[in-house]
């Protein structure tokens, strides 16, 4: 992997460009453990690998995880479990987006769901947001009911970054003090927004086009 290492990094910077130009703040080594990479053997033959297994080739692991002065973290369940559960043992406030649902998933102030995935892991602690959609969202606390919105209607062109774009909007909404309500209303705009556009990271709303929307 040492070899590697200018390819992992060059790929990091390509990654990272559209948030640094957003204002986004973050050194390309320290999203080595939150991100999966494209990791060539050679320029023919690239490999997908996950974050965690590069990191330790260069010299960290998952149980090294650097939050910094991070006010919450949120993950997914794409990455090992051991990152997951080590994220939420560290984080200040612990989100998690529940996809792919397996057994074991920590606890988390904020669990996003679908309606199968509800169904495979349980019960759950916390707020547990469930996405419906196109028939929107709805959030429960302690399997109550507390919130429901129905997204603005758009032409969906692609709904590659809607679920991403939907979770971070919930998060980042809640983390800035949002009413429940207000957040998943923010949130489930945009999911909308970003299904009206093409691409992953292109699709990606800006918090003033959110609010435009409402």
């Not at 390309?28 to 690998?49: F, I, M, P, T, Y």
């Not at 709805?138 to 129905?150: C, F, N, P, S, T």
């Amino acid at each position: 992997m040492g070899r590697h290492r200018g390819q992992v990094l060059e790929c990091l910077d390509r990654l990272l460009a559209p948030l640094r130009v957003a204002g986004a703040q973050g050194r390309r080594e320290d999203a080595l453990e939150k991100l999966c990479l494209a990791v060539g053997r050679a320029a023919e033959h690239a490999q997908v690998a996950p974050a965690h297994a590069v990191a330790r080739e260069l010299g960290d692991g998952p149980d090294d995880l650097a939050l910094g002065d991070a006010e919450g973290v949120l993950c997914q369940q794409e990455i090992p479990v051991e990152t997951v559960a080590r994220a939420a043992e560290l984080a200040p406030r612990f989100f998690l987006n529940a996809a792919p649902a397996r057994p074991g998933a920590p606890d988390a102030e904020l669990t996003v769901v679908n309606r199968l995935e509800l169904e495979a892991l349980g019960e759950r602690r916390g707020l547990v947001c469930v996405t419906l959609g196109a028939d929107g969202a709805v959030l429960l606390e302690d399997g109550e009911e507390v919130a429901r919105v129905k997204p603005p209607p758009v032409k969906a062109v692609d709904g590659t970054a809607a679920g991403d774009a939907f979770t971070a909007c919930l998060v980042v909404s809640l983390l800035e003090g949002r009413s429940r309500e207000e957040s998943l209303h923010r949130s489930s705009a945009a999911g909308a927004l970003a299904a009206s556009r093409f691409g992953a990271q292109t699709s990606l709303p800006t918090a003033d086009e959110v609010d435009a929307l409402l």
